[in-house]
């Protein structure tokens, strides 16, 4: 996954993309590949900073279905006015096309589609999602991964947990509470260090410790943590 940094870096460089606002929401609401397919803007309130997660658009060995989201994942999510303005951007853009395509307009009323109106194929998000990644500069990672930006940055944000496990529409506390544990772990670790470095200044590990200092380094533990979350995502 990424550090804030990057997912600024990625945002900020596919700001004119025409899936900028699909991006946008991967990152800042987690929102899942099957959720953003399925998103329409009958379920998305601008002028109340609103959307509801209430239909998915996922593959199967039968091709592509719609169908609404099991148990939590069923949501309504806060928008902040970044993420609104850059919804209304996307809306204006798709009336235009629509205006342009007239009658043959297949209109669905899903917020990501094709100049036609068209949805897209949920596979075409991962595909475009991996080339973006590229061409800013970025670790290319799976577009699954950006719930877990998401969840990391709320963490270290300060977010309180059941409220970004609404957000992110986890079936089970312990997953949000696992992503907790080990940011709040290793920013704890992080200040006793700066803490001890302030009083008597940078010390070098000798080589014996060097051994327990990589089993205790908090960056390896919370990479460990992540991959476990990512399976249970």
């Known amino acids: 996954m990424w550090t804030p940094a990057q997912a600024t870096q990625f945002l900020r460089h596919h700001s004119g993309h025409r899936l900028i606002a699909a991006w946008t929401l991967s990152v ?6 099957g959720e953003l397919a399925g998103l329409k803007w009958s379920r998305v309130d601008l ?4 959307l ?7 593959t199967t060995r039968g091709g592509v279905v719609e169908k609404e989201p099991k148990g939590r994942s069923k949501r309504t999510v806060a928008l ?3 993420l609104v303005a850059t919804l209304r951007a996307h809306r204006a853009r798709q009336d235009v096309e629509k205006a ?8 669905g009323g899903h917020v990501f589609c094709r100049e036609d109106g068209r949805p897209y194929y949920p596979r075409y998000f991962t595909d475009v999602w ?9 670790p290319v990672i799976a577009l699954h991964d950006a719930r877990h930006t998401s969840a990391t940055t709320g963490a270290d944000a300060g977010v309180p947990q059941h409220i970004m496990k609404d957000r992110l529409g986890h079936a089970s506390r312990r997953t949000t509470d696992e ?4 940011v709040l772990d290793a920013s ?15 010390t070098e590990p000798s080589t014996n410790d060097r051994k327990s200092v990589r089993a205790l380094n908090p960056a390896r533990r919370l990479a460990a943590a992540r991959r476990r979350i990512r399976r249970a995502a």
């Open 47 to 50: 002028e109340r900073g609103t």
């Open 130 to 138: 991996e080339k973006c990644c590229t061409a800013a500069g970025v």
């Open 28 to 33: 800042l609401t987690g929102l899942r590949r």
């Open 80 to 82: 902040g006015p970044v």
């Open 100 to 107: 342009a395509a007239d009658e043959l307009y297949d209109d």
């Open 188 to 202: 704890a670790r992080k200040a006793a260090e700066l803490m001890e470095t302030a009083i008597f200044g940078p």
């Open 179 to 182: 992503v907790y544990t080990h």
């Open 52 to 58: 509801s997660v209430h239909w998915q658009r996922t």
